[in-house]
């Protein structure tokens, strides 16, 4: 089972981003000695005791019951996704990651070469880059198979430039990579990735300690594009068939827009 200070941690570092106006308390008489919420504060908006809560808190408490996470879950302004992940963290179990068999991963590269408008790259669940087709190379130059992808999404300057809602992107990025391995922190690959964005990458070090949770979105990345110019591309994420965490990550645009006339001259090489 994942370990309880998951969830203690988990809870601690929610509790820590909320005032008491957020959730319709008075900061009452004096300095506030705590970040955010009081553990007792948490404890009365739950309707559970202050001394189970810290128990929680403290890895003490292993199994809280459905009602007792939703209830939570209500104080400490969760949304649907950290919601699904605050019940996870209790219920479910860890396993190892699936891997790709080779032919899948080749099929996939076969597919995505056939998509001459359309940039898309093969990720695991750590967004490491296994394929990719030419349009994504020429889109973003950081990327390449080998690669991962939000290392560089967060360490290469030309991606901070590239993107012109780079913040909002990266926040989302991060909170989505702990949706996806942060069941299961022991897992070596997972230990790597999180020694190397913590030791290259301030804006990682600041928003992982946060335990922000985001889900998997379909939207518009505008970006500014060293050879074509503004580009406002929508992105989404599809599911890879017959390799479980896997995704197909893909940049497209709006058919008779300019965006769609900027990316053609992307793919023509002019």
């Not at 009365?44 to 001394?51: K, M, R």
Request: aromatic share 6%; proline share 7%; glycine share 8%.
């Amino acid at each position: 089972m994942p370990s309880t200070h998951q969830l203690g941690d988990y809870l601690r570092a929610r509790r820590e981003l909320l005032r008491p106006h957020d959730v319709g308390l008075t900061e009452g008489p004096g300095r506030r000695r705590v970040a955010g919420l009081r553990r007792s504060e948490v404890a009365i908006l739950a309707g559970i005791s202050t001394e189970y809560y810290v128990k929680l808190e403290q890895g003490q408490e292993a199994n809280p019951t459905t009602q007792v996470l939703d209830a939570l879950s209500r104080a400490l302004k969760l949304d649907d996704t950290a919601t699904v992940y605050l019940h996870a963290l209790v219920k479910a179990t860890e396993r190892p990651a699936p891997q790709a068999s080779s032919s899948a991963i080749d099929r996939t590269q076969w597919l995505i070469d056939s998509w001459p408008m359309t940039a898309a790259m093969v990720l695991d669940r750590y967004n490491d880059i296994l394929a990719m087709n030419p349009l994504m190379a020429a889109l973003v130059a950081g990327y390449r198979p080998g690669r991962n992808a939000l290392t560089v999404l967060l360490t290469d300057p030309e991606l901070r430039e590239l993107y012109l809602e780079w913040e909002g992107l990266s926040g989302r990025s991060i909170g989505l990579l702990r949706s996806r391995v942060g069941l299961a922190p022991d897992q070596p690959r997972v230990q790597e990735l999180i020694a190397e964005l913590t030791r290259d990458s301030p804006r990682f070090r600041e928003l992982w300690r946060r335990h922000d949770i985001e889900g998997m979105t379909e939207g518009t990345h505008p970006m500014n594009h060293p050879e074509v110019g503004r580009l406002d591309l929508h992105y989404a994420h599809l599911p890879l068939v017959g390799a479980e965490d896997h995704t197909i990550f893909l940049y497209y645009a709006e058919p008779g827009t300019p965006h769609e006339l900027a990316l053609a001259r992307l793919v023509s090489g002019r």
